[in-house]
């Protein structure tokens, strides 16, 4: 039902109750106005006729002769009341009796046909103290009205009078006819006037509730056009700034859906088609999501890890899985860490993983997501990467080292000509040829090592020890171009954990950049220390020096300052460096020299045997 229609009947039915109860006591006080007027009208005559009595002072005791004497005043009197109220159907004059009978010698006058002795009685013994009573009177299934009245002139006897009521209810009801025909005229009015002063008033609101209906459509554009000042068009005003403003940010939450849904695809795309492994857990460690190439690497199917908590951590890094978890609770931010997982075969690989928390809009995390890349191509290409950097180094040393064997070569060629000569054995001159073969011994074996691949195994070497034995090898080069080797080390221990072969060829490598660096010559000074459990190795020379804008860049692959140079020396280098742990700081000058300071953690006590470890890149798993 609509608004409209339910004014409408609100009003009508408001209408007609207030009608109904206006009806109801205006029928009240009609009714209650005639029963006034028709007792003071009973009583009007009652006392007439009582005063057509008292003009007969003796008429009670011949009562019984004049009831019929057509003279007798009261008879005329009588008659005249008849004729006045034609609704009289008869009066009785009485006298009460204590014994609640009344026979017929009681009756002085008139008639007693509607008979109820004991009322009348009880209403006769009331008049004699109020002078005038009323009640009504059903007789035969009619109503009727029997009035009572006495004066003093009158006393002991009453006037009795019964009044016909059918004339008065007829006009009871023509009045209440009336009153319903009126009735129903002005509610027919008030309904049909109320209908069409609802659809009058109600226009605005329509108008106001098309527009509502076009905001939830998504229609903005159409404004409402507001005819008055009035609530309803302060209503139509604020609608449309209201439709205006949701259609701006309509338009800006379609924007950023659009941007969402292109986000996400372009996210979902990345995921999909990137190689690393990228798979989502929650705080129970239970699978979120995964991508394809993480079912490439691990061997697990997306079916297969949805839901279910798969163990990637082998059992003796499960400890360092604890720590990082706890490290991102706590708000840190860590970088990738190269450690090892295991694949659905039980095949151990190493890798590089990257661990983030997933947070929701309270800052609270609700998920981990980690990026995992496979790390077997590029140990692979490390190695191969640093053979060829042995190569190199050992092709550039070949001249040096053939240099520093000629020397004990031709002393060797010079006493055993000698020998020839003389046709005799000289011991000393034999001691020296066998100290010139140590010597080159000691100069092709420590060659060798650069060239020889070796296992990675880490041990428990004195610092100085490896320094002293890669000048004696590369002293030789130095000669060639006139640089010279000045170093001071301390008288302390410098034990550390170590690959001896790859800590010579960092050394290598940084003793020929200094030497390179400094093309008419020069010294490189070297300073070993041992301080708060740590061993420092600094190497100064005393060359061209390094820019500054390029001294971040040193260690990237490929990146030399060198016109002959491959970028890859210092790389690896760095990486070897910090493989055991340490760190590697450039400080350089233009036209002054460059220092590299080389940090590493010092051996502790109880340790003095080494660090034994499969490979180095295990190493750097465990590390990382």
């Given at each position: 039902?609509?608004?409209?229609?339910?004014?409408?009947?609100?009003?009508f039915?408001?209408?007609?109750a207030?009608?109904?109860?206006?009806?109801?006591?205006?029928?009240?006080?009609?009714?209650r106005?005639?029963?006034?007027?028709?007792?003071?009208?009973?009583?009007?005559?009652?006392?007439?006729?009582?005063?057509?009595?008292?003009?007969?002072?003796?008429?009670?005791?011949?009562?019984?002769?004049?009831?019929d004497?057509?003279?007798?005043?009261p008879?005329?009197?009588?008659d005249?009341?008849?004729?006045?109220?034609?609704?009289?159907?008869?009066?009785?004059?009485?006298?009460?009796?204590?014994?609640?009978?009344?026979?017929?010698?009681?009756?002085?006058?008139?008639?007693?046909?509607?008979?109820?002795?004991?009322?009348?009685?009880?209403?006769?013994?009331?008049?004699?103290?109020?002078?005038?009573?009323?009640?009504e009177?059903?007789?035969?299934?009619?109503?009727?009205?029997?009035?009572?009245?006495?004066d003093?002139?009158?006393?002991?006897?009453?006037?009795?009078?019964?009044?016909?009521?059918?004339e008065?209810n007829?006009?009871?009801?023509?009045?209440?006819?009336?009153?319903?025909?009126?009735?129903?005229v002005?509610?027919?009015?008030?309904?049909?006037?109320s209908?069409l002063?609802?659809?009058?008033m109600?226009?605005?609101l329509?108008?106001?509730?098309?527009?509502?209906?076009?905001v939830?459509?998504?229609?903005f554009?159409?404004?409402?056009?507001?005819?008055g000042?009035d609530?309803?068009?302060?209503?139509a005003?604020k609608?449309?700034?209201?439709?205006?403003?949701?259609?701006?940010?309509?338009?800006?939450?379609r924007?950023a859906?659009?941007?969402?849904?292109?986000?996400?695809?372009?996210?979902q795309?990345?995921?999909?088609?990137?190689?690393?492994?990228?798979h989502?857990?929650?705080?129970?460690?239970?699978?979120i999501?995964?991508?394809?190439?993480?079912?490439?690497?691990?061997?697990?199917?997306?079916?297969?890890?949805?839901?279910?908590?798969?163990?990637?951590?082998?059992?003796?890094?499960?400890?360092?899985?604890?720590?990082?978890?706890?490290?991102?609770?706590?708000?840190?931010?860590?970088?990738?860490?190269?450690?090892?997982?295991?694949?659905?075969?039980g095949?151990?690989?190493p890798?590089?993983?990257?661990?983030?928390p997933?947070?929701?809009?309270?800052?609270?995390?609700?998920?981990?997501?980690?990026?995992?890349?496979?790390?077997?191509?590029?140990?692979?290409?490390e190695?191969?990467?640093?053979?060829?950097?042995?190569?190199?180094?050992?092709?550039?040393l070949?001249?040096?080292?053939?240099?520093?064997i000629?020397?004990?070569?031709?002393?060797?060629?010079?006493?055993?000509?000698?020998?020839?000569?003389t046709?005799?054995?000289?011991?000393?001159?034999?001691?020296?040829?066998?100290?010139?073969l140590?010597?080159?011994?000691?100069?092709?074996?420590?060659?060798?090592?650069?060239?020889?691949?070796?296992a990675?195994?880490?041990?428990?070497?004195?610092?100085?020890?490896?320094?002293?034995?890669?000048?004696?090898?590369?002293?030789?080069?130095?000669?060639?171009?006139?640089?010279?080797?000045?170093?001071?080390?301390?008288?302390?221990?410098?034990?550390?954990?170590?690959?001896?072969?790859?800590?010579k060829?960092?050394?290598?490598?940084?003793?020929?950049?200094?030497?390179?660096?400094?093309?008419?010559?020069?010294?490189?000074?070297?300073?070993?220390?041992?301080?708060?459990?740590?061993?420092?190795i600094?190497?100064?020379?005393?060359?061209i020096?390094i820019?500054?804008?390029?001294?971040p860049?040193?260690?990237?692959?490929?990146f030399?300052?060198?016109?002959?140079?491959?970028?890859?020396?210092?790389?690896?280098?760095?990486?070897?460096?910090h493989?055991?742990?340490?760190?590697?700081?450039?400080?350089?000058?233009?036209?002054?020299?460059t220092?590299?300071?080389?940090?590493?953690?010092?051996?502790?006590?109880?340790?003095?045997?080494?660090?034994?470890?499969?490979?180095?890149?295990k190493?750097?798993?465990?590390?990382?």
């Open positions: 039902m609509s608004f409209k229609a339910k004014f409408s009947i609100y009003i039915m408001i209408v007609l207030m009608f109904i109860l206006i009806v109801i006591l205006d029928q009240y006080a009609a009714l106005n005639m029963n006034q007027d028709m007792e003071e009208v009973m009583e009007q005559a009652s006392a007439k006729l009582s005063d057509s009595f008292d003009q007969h002072p003796g008429w009670t005791s011949d009562a019984a002769a004049l009831r004497d057509p003279e007798f005043e008879n005329e009197m009588q005249l009341l008849k004729k006045l109220y034609p609704d009289l159907e008869e009066v009785t004059v009485f006298r009460p009796d204590s014994t609640g009978i009344m026979s017929e010698d009681k009756v002085l006058f008139g008639t007693y046909t509607f008979k109820d002795e004991a009322k009348d009685m009880a209403y006769a013994a009331q008049v004699a103290e109020k002078g005038f009573q009323v009640r009177v059903n007789w035969n299934g009619k109503e009727y009205i029997k009035s009572y009245y006495s003093a002139s009158l006393a002991p006897y009453v006037i009795g009078m019964v009044y016909d009521c059918e008065y007829q006009i009871m009801s023509m009045k209440r006819m009336d009153a319903m025909t009126y009735a129903g002005i509610l027919l009015f008030v309904l049909i006037s209908y002063l609802a659809g009058f109600l226009r605005p329509n108008a106001i509730l098309w527009k509502v209906n076009e939830s459509l998504g229609r554009q159409t404004a409402i056009k507001v005819r000042k609530e309803f068009g302060l209503l005003l609608i449309n700034a209201m439709s205006q403003n949701l259609s701006i940010y309509m338009e800006k939450l924007q859906f659009e941007d969402n849904r292109q986000m996400k695809e372009y996210l795309s990345f995921i999909d088609h990137t190689s690393d492994a990228i989502v857990v929650d705080l129970q460690g239970k699978f999501q995964v991508n394809k190439a993480f079912e490439q690497l691990f061997g697990y199917t997306s079916e297969e890890v949805f839901g279910a908590e798969i163990e990637l951590v082998p059992d003796t890094h499960r400890g360092e899985m604890r720590l990082i978890i706890n490290s991102l609770q706590e708000g840190k931010v860590l970088p990738a860490q190269e450690t090892i997982r295991m694949t659905k075969s095949e151990i690989i890798v590089s993983v990257t661990i983030s997933i947070r929701d809009t309270e800052g609270v995390i609700q998920a981990f997501a980690s990026i995992t890349r496979d790390m077997r191509s590029r140990n692979r290409m190695e191969l990467l640093r053979r060829s950097e042995k190569l190199t180094t050992v092709g550039q070949a001249a040096g080292v053939a240099h520093e000629r020397n004990p070569l031709t002393t060797l060629r010079g006493f055993l000509q000698l020998q020839q000569h046709g005799k054995m000289n011991l000393e001159h034999t001691g020296l040829m066998l100290s010139e140590d010597r080159i011994n000691l100069i092709v074996g420590e060659f060798l090592i650069l060239a020889k691949p070796q990675t195994r880490f041990a428990t070497r004195d610092v100085r020890d490896v320094f002293r034995s890669v000048l004696s090898l590369i002293d030789s080069e130095g000669h060639l171009h006139n640089v010279t080797f000045t170093t001071s080390f301390t008288e302390a221990p410098c034990l550390v954990s170590c690959e001896e072969n790859q800590l060829q960092v050394f290598i490598n940084l003793l020929k950049n200094g030497i390179e660096a400094m093309p008419s010559g020069g010294r490189i000074h070297t300073h070993i220390a041992s301080k708060n459990d740590q061993i420092t600094s190497i100064t020379d005393e060359g020096g820019p500054d804008d390029m001294i860049k040193i260690g990237n692959p490929f030399t300052g060198k016109e002959s140079g491959t970028g890859l020396g210092m790389m690896i280098s760095q990486r070897i460096i493989s055991h742990q340490g760190l590697m700081e450039i400080k350089s000058q233009v036209n002054v020299g220092t590299i300071i080389i940090t590493l953690p010092a051996l502790k006590e109880g340790n003095a045997n080494g660090i034994l470890v499969e490979g180095l890149d190493h750097s798993a465990n590390v990382g």
